[in-house]
């Protein structure tokens, strides 16, 4: 530990200067003048730092997180004092989106790997000196976040200090492994402490500037001075509450004028949360000064404060420290016993605007400081009444305070005034705000509506309850915007809030017995909403918020045994946390989410029975996917339906760490749409068509000109109704570009849970399944398989392939449940099933493709294979009818999937003896139209249909095998449609294989005049 005088703080920088060039300590920790002062010498060598530092350390890098939000925030001031690329900003933005749908607190997100590595790339070549304002509450080691380690000579000046902070005892004792300096304090010198505290002022001034406020530095400092000078004299006798009341002190005092005008007040808060008040709670005293040379109560008189205008006093002294022009007085008594207040004289403070009293007693129909006609703010703690005979013509005198008041702060004390009993009039015009706890001021009843200046109302455990419900006792109170009724034990109706057109936070922490809360009756303007049931059980059934369109804020916190419903639907909520870990809530059932258009994230424990969620807006005039008229349609109703502009919610769907791993149990309609910013409500509705919503029923026309494939008996084909977990993915989704583990997961486990899927008119995704998750093989044994029965895709114009592999030779995958594959209007697809998707290793007792048994594929111009197969490992044992059309590059249907099997040595016209062969044990019909390109329908291999019924064939010109039928000894033989010039060219491999003209029933069709190739580029007019 290292001291040393100074006078100033330009002392104390060339200090410092010189003991970090001299010094060999890594890490200097500065403590300034016993607290004071550190942050503005930080300051003023980081901004100007001296010559001889400048030559010593090639980069100077200054960071002040004195006011601390997380170690990402602090990841991202280095970044912004390193001055980086877009990329950066980029990569934070990123991941602060990835953490927002993770459900992850935003003090809890830690430094990002690639952004230290980058930091430290940028650094590593340099000598760094790094100023650092540390605001946490523990010792933060910077090579985390790629500042170089101090072996390639990096050197850490820092401090806790800043904003009036205090340093506590576990703080200091971490420090110690640090080089420990400070400033010995000259009290003798008040000017020293003067220009110290006129430094830190004008930092907290520069700060809430920032925030769009503009106090003088000398309006910060007078209020600082206020707040050190009362906290010396007495921290550990009376509770100042600064965490509530320090802005209300400081108008009131007058220190920020113009307590009339709301800016005042705005600009004392501001002031107020730039300060760490919390370290000035109650039972402490500040460490700042020296307490063994000077009395703590002379450290107001070394810091310039006013004589006597601030003071704590007892009884007993007084009427020898009160003068004329004190303006804030906190009266305490020493004793445990109330102090009787009738022997004091308050008739000289004509200028007392602050009046706080703790544990005395006087008559609260006659207080004794009535004649106080400036009285502002008047605090009441632990006070009793001194009971005297009743005067009717004194019941005035204590509403009369209260008429002069702008701040009421009652606590463990009741004050019963005399208000009004049926007068609709306005009782007080100028409170604005209304403190209770464990009090009441009331004698039966209060209407809260004839205090229509009120901005804030805090009524905590108070000893006696109000009638709520019958009464409208907020009507008309357009300027109320805080109201907390904790632990109101006895309120079973929520009072009615209509009126409140302003209210922005509600708190009902603690009111156990209420039965429900809300919507009507409560105004859209809410922006916070704060339930904590505590150590008691809360009766509540139902919670709806509905139509709080500005709310953000909502926690529930404690045991809700009994709510079975929760309603924010058109609320602005990200984040709603229902974990077992905050919220207890055992029997809720239902939740709806509808029109929340920032929800991010819903953190839940139990499955739920019913759950409705739309972020896309529910005021937009279009049909949504989950409308009754579609659903009724498909006679189908599902228990939960979401509706999501962002893959990542899938997030909250799904937990891999969880033993109920899907919040909905039983059936499940998810939504992904996004539609692009551009794109009016009237276009969207103008290009939208039912089957955009829910896949419509499938007519296939036996005119080939029109989009579809003919079916056997020229009859419909219906297509499947969604199935209990339907995936509907639209415009703006893409499931791969997803990132982060757990958003990666929560794909695969959707895909794993999803029964049928409907892609379409999407022009992001490049594949349907997700990209390889590198803990894919942690679930090997029972997850690799997707449950999808059936799969429709369409429209999507840069789709690669509808089942990508991505490329690596580890990620296996198998569809043992899919029933039905349709593929239309892929223009970039060169696939189905990419090779390399599936291989024998991942084969148990379900087949990969074990229940396939209808495929169709429609315009696909780029299309070269379908599904790769090899022999007896991959084969398609159900597969009952294969419709193609209009796939001009397709070479092979069925291809050999040599990723994981070497191509067999076939030669064309092989006999059956040396020829692979292929079974389709089950195919009845083949459609194929408008495939010039086609080869083979499997590559390399006979294929073998022993139940094959139809085939027909329609502009296949390079086709020249059609698959084997065997022997029948009954039933007719395969019906083919075909051109006669294209049956004349076929090849067959002969009777003994049953592969022979004469076990097949040609019917030659008109023939199909083949177009005119035109060439890639051609343009028609």
């Known amino acids: 530990m290292q001291g040393f005088f100074a006078d100033g703080i330009e002392d104390a920088v060339q200090y410092i200067t010189y003991y970090l060039e001299n010094s060999d300590s890594p890490a200097i920790y500065f403590d300034g003048w016993r607290g004071l002062g550190a942050s503005a010498v930080l300051k003023s060598i980081g901004r100007h730092p001296p010559p001889s530092l400048v030559d010593k350390f090639s980069k100077i890098i200054h960071i002040d997180c004195s006011k601390w939000k997380s170690r990402r925030a602090l990841q991202r001031a280095i ?86 902070r205090q340093v506590s005892s576990r703080l200091r004792e971490m420090v110690t492994s640090h080089d420990f300096v400070y400033c010995f304090p000259s009290w003798k010198n008040t000017c020293t402490w003067k220009g110290l505290l006129a430094e830190e002022a004008r930092e907290i001034a520069l700060y809430t500037h920032r925030l769009g406020h503009t106090p003088a530095p000398e309006v910060a400092k007078v209020c600082c001075m206020y707040l050190l000078s009362l906290s010396h004299q007495g921290g550990n006798i009376i509770d100042y509450n600064w965490a509530t009341h320090a802005s209300n002190y400081w108008v009131c005092d007058g220190i920020v004028t113009g307590g009339h005008d709301n800016q005042a007040w705005e600009v004392a808060r501001a002031l107020h949360q730039e300060i760490w008040l919390d370290d000035y709670s109650s039972n402490t005293v500040p460490d700042f000064g020296d307490h063994s040379y000077k009395a703590l109560t002379d450290f107001g008189d070394r810091l310039g404060s006013p004589p006597n205008r601030w003071i704590l006093v007892t009884p007993s002294n007084m009427e020898e420290r009160a003068h004329q022009w004190t303006t804030s007085l906190f009266l305490s008594s020493q004793n445990v016993f109330e102090w009787p207040l009738a022997q004091l004289s308050f008739h000289q403070l004509d200028q007392l605007h602050v009046l706080k009293i703790f544990r005395c007693s006087f008559s609260f129909q006659s207080p004794p400081f009535h004649c106080c006609h400036n009285l502002r703010f008047l605090g009441l703690e632990s006070c009793t009444d001194q009971q005297q005979a009743r005067e009717e013509d004194k019941d005035t005198q204590a509403m009369e305070v209260f008429m002069r008041l702008w701040v009421l702060d009652i606590c463990y004390t009741d004050w019963e005034l005399a208000f009004p009993q049926e007068s609709e009039e306005e009782t007080a015009t100028e409170i604005r705000e209304v403190h209770i706890k464990k009090g009441k001021i009331w004698h039966s009843n209060l209407a809260w509506r004839r ?230 409500i009237s276009e969207r509705q103008s290009t939208r068509s039912d089957k955009d919503i829910i896949p419509k029923p499938c007519y296939y026309n036996k005119d080939v000109s029109l989009e579809g494939i003919s079916s056997n008996d020229g009859g419909e084909i219906l297509w499947p109704p969604p199935s209990d977990c339907h995936v ?38 490049l594949a349907v399944n997700p990209k390889s998750w590198h803990f894919l093989y942690m679930y090997r044994s029972n997850h690799t398989s997707f449950r999808l029965r059936w799969c429709r895709v369409e429209r999507c114009p840069k789709l690669q392939a509808v089942f990508m592999s991505y490329g690596d030779s580890w990620v296996r995958y198998f569809f043992p449940f899919m029933e039905i594959i349709w593929a239309s209007h892929l223009p970039m697809a060169g696939c189905i099933w990419s090779k390399g998707l599936s291989d024998d290793s991942v084969i148990s007792s379900d087949h990969p493709f074990g229940r396939l048994q209808s495929i169709h594929i429609h315009n696909c111009p780029r299309l070269k294979f379908i599904l790769p197969l090899y022999l007896d490992k991959i084969n398609l044992p159900s597969l009952e009818a294969l419709h193609i059309t209009h796939c001009g590059h397709l070479r092979y249907v069925f291809p050999w999937d040599d990723i994981h099997k070497p191509r067999p040595t076939v030669h064309r016209g092989q006999a059956a003896a040396g020829a692979a062969v292929n079974k389709f044990p089950m195919l009845k019909h083949i459609h194929l139209h408008d495939l010039p390109s086609l080869q083979e329908i499997c590559e390399d291999m006979r294929m073998l249909t022993p139940v094959l019924e139809s085939v027909e064939l329609r502009g296949c010109w390079a086709l020249r095998r059609l698959p084997a039928v065997g022997h029948r000894s009954n039933g007719p033989p395969a019906v083919v449609c075909i051109e006669r010039d294209c049956w004349e060219k076929l090849e067959w491999d002969g009777w003994d294989v049953g592969h022979d003209p004469s076990l097949y029933e040609p019917r030659f069709s008109s023939r199909y005049y083949r177009k005119e190739r035109l060439l890639r580029g051609t343009v028609l007019r």
């Not at 819903?602 to 949504?624: A, H, M």
């Not at 990666?744 to 022009?763: A, E, K, T, Y």
Request: charge should be negative; proline fraction near 4%; aromatic fraction near 6%.
């Open 79 to 164: 970044a912004e004092e390193l001055e980086f690329h877009q990329w950066i900003n980029d990569a934070f933005d990123r991941q602060d989106k990835e953490d927002d749908f993770s459900g992850r607190d935003e003090s809890s997100r830690t430094e990002i790997p690639d952004v230290t590595m980058a930091i430290l790339r940028s650094l590593v070549r340099y000598r760094c000196l790094v100023i650092f304002h540390n605001g946490s509450d523990d010792m933060v080691d910077l090579v985390d976040f790629g500042i170089p380690p101090q072996a390639v000579g990096t050197k850490v000046l820092w401090t806790y200090r800043g904003r009036l």
């Open 451 to 680: 205090l229509q200046n009120l901005r804030k109302l805090c009524v905590a455990d108070p000893t006696c309850s109000w009638e709520t419900g019958e009464k409208d006792e907020f009507k008309d109170m357009v300027n109320l915007e805080h109201l907390e009724l904790s632990r109101n034990s006895s309120i079973q109706v929520l009072p009615g809030l209509s009126g409140a057109i302003g209210l922005k936070s509600l708190i009902l922490d603690g009111c156990v017995l209420l039965e429900h809360v809300g919507p009507e009756g409560l105004p859209p303007s809410l922006e916070s909403f704060s339930f904590d049931a505590g150590s008691d059980p809360s009766r509540i059934s139902k919670i709806s918020l509905a139509g709080c369109v500005h709310l953000k804020s909502f926690l529930l916190r404690g045991a809700f045994p009994g709510l079975e419903e929760l309603d924010l639907s058109g609320t602005s909520v990200k984040n709603v946390d229902l974990s077992s870990k905050v919220v207890q809530v055992n029997g809720l059932n239902k939740v709806i989410l509808i029109g929340c258009k920032q929800l991010r994230a819903l953190l839940w424990s139990k499955q739920l029975k019913v759950l409705r969620i739309d972020t896309n807006g529910r005021n937009e005039q279009t049909q949504q996917p989950c409308s009754d008229l579609s659903l009724n349609s498909q006679e189908k109703n599902y228990d939960g339906y979401v509706i999501a502009s962002d893959t990542r919610i899938i997030q909250s769907l799904w937990h891999d760490d969880h033993a109920d791993r899907y919040i909905i149990s039983s059936s499940l309609y998810l939504h992904l749409h996004n539609s692009p910013p551009s794109t009016s």
């Open 728 to 765: 509907e993915v639209s415009e703006g989704i893409s499931l791969i570009n997803v990132e982060g583990e757990k958003g990666i997961s929560s794909i695969h486990g959707m895909m794993w849970l999803v029964q049928s899927m409907h892609v379409h008119d999407n022009s992001c995704m």
